[in-house]
């Protein structure tokens, strides 16, 4: 640790994504200190990449702690620097078999030496003070993402040259080299900072702005997350963001960031296909897409909460228990983690009964073929890239809703930490639901002897809820899973059918009541039954006057309840 880090005050805690107590200061008011790699992956148009590096070499910010890292993704001929460059500046060139925009990222941030990453595409000019813009921001915390303000305008080969734009980037009017009329901005991330306050109320959804075209990340969150995903062509920018998000990063639209991409976007040429192409592989990383994970029953690479059971001390019949009540609930966009010794779990072949560690060898037979189950030794410090861990003890039966009401709760309050009150002896016992971008937020500002619990709190606040009202119960007195759970829209139904039992109960109590007004709202209270039930309440049309009042309303009203309680029950078992 130097000096400098002594100096430095307490980490500022960023509340959810809500950065407006940051005070960035003025451009060129204040003194940098920290150093800055811009990574560049090129294909091709030389000429393009020719006033990317133009624009470099007139910033303001500081040359000396700037790098620019040009990674040449396999172009014939190759890419050459030109004469008009930052100071200091390198290019790279990816392998045969290392080829694609991932790759060629991960190359030029491997090489990278700075303690913050400035993505930047080979199509983009910045404005003089562009990359300062980002680096004043990355002075105030160390685990931000930074997203610069884009606009897409026409573009004609040779117009302007490199020193035109050279000289009007020096000038700081980098504006006047191209039409900037005829131009457009970036417009869903426009959009989504009108929606959201700049970022600032966009929770968990804030990791879709980190653009590789224009965005900066903090050096040490973004190994700490992982390179590029080789395996995505496209989409693969966004699910780094998911990643960066889990590792407690806090994502900052800087619209004096300024920038001009040559040309239109990918997505401005060719949005369906490119939203086509997407949607077919992007969903299986990003656990936050519910729309695009509507499948009631499919798995998906990342999940969306990982269970974590420990089973090393409790016996098997409990520990199925749990896990056969969370493979069966409505949400099951889940793993499940069972830790325990299990390499110690080898049958007796002579004497199986009596197998040492007999519980656990039975737990890990009955899902040895479960793909939702798996089996670690010790679990993981974060549950990174999943969102959500839940901690439940062996022992405890979820209701069929039970796991999915949790997250929903969670979700709503912008909870970091939702405990369940499950029983209360000596202690407490409790399961607990952590939210895994707010836990790593947490252990990035806690300050020495905090609680962790207690920098959550800070960081996006915690909740108690009782388990027996969501749904939770002991295991010997939880009832086996249905065949079929109640999905959330079955559920919604099964509630309304409930409610409008109590109203029908109700009317059906003052229809029967001596001297009740049962006879003066007869036709009423017939209309309203008849319309929630018109096969239930149909009456012959020659239906004579004596077929109305008290006692015929009594039997319409008894048919309809007892006929809504069959229908309720049928679908769902009562909460238990």
Known sequence: MTADDLARPPAPRIRHNDYGALRPPEPGSW??????????????HQDRLDLTLAALAAQSYPAHLTEVVVVDDGTDPPLHLPEIAPENVRLLRTGPGDRGRSAARNLGLAAADGDVVHWLDADMVTFHDEVEAHMRWHHLADYLVVMGYVRYVPYRPGTPT???VHAAVSAGDAGKAFDEAAGEPHRWIVDLAARTDGLRTAGDLAYRVHVTNAAS???RLLRAAGPLDTGLVLGEDTELGHRLA??????????????????????????????????????DHLPHMRRLRAHPRRQWLVPYVEVLVEAEHAGYEDVRATVDGFLAGS?????????GPWD?????RRNPLNSERLDLLLVRGHYRAESRVRFVTAPAASAAPVPYRLRCPAGWV??????RRLVKHAVDGGYGLVSVALDETDEVIAARLEHTGAFARAALVRAEGEPLDAAVDDVAGTHWLDGHGLGFRPAAAAEPPEPKPAGPALADEVARLRAENARLAERLAAATAPGGAGAAETAETAGAAETAGAAETATAPEAQPADRGPTTLSRRLSGRFRRSARAASSTSRPDR
Not at 331 to 339: A, E, G, K, Q
Not at 344 to 348: F, K, N, Q, S
Not at 398 to 403: F, M
């Open 344 to 348: 110690e779990t080898v049958a007796d």
């Open 217 to 219: 990340v903090n050096a």
């Open 246 to 283: 889990q590792q407690g990063a806090a994502f900052v639209l800087a619209p004096e960031a300024r920038s001009r991409h040559l040309g239109p976007s990918m997505m401005m040429r060719d949005g369906e296909r490119v939203r086509r192409y997407n949607h077919a592989f992007v969903p």
């Open 162 to 164: 490199a020193a035109e």
């Open 331 to 339: 949400l099951p966009d889940i793993r499940v983690t069972l830790t």
């Open 398 to 403: 979820p209701g069929p809703e039970t796991l």
């Open 31 to 44: 003194r940098p200190r920290r150093t800055v790699s811009v990574v560049i992956a090129a294909y091709g």
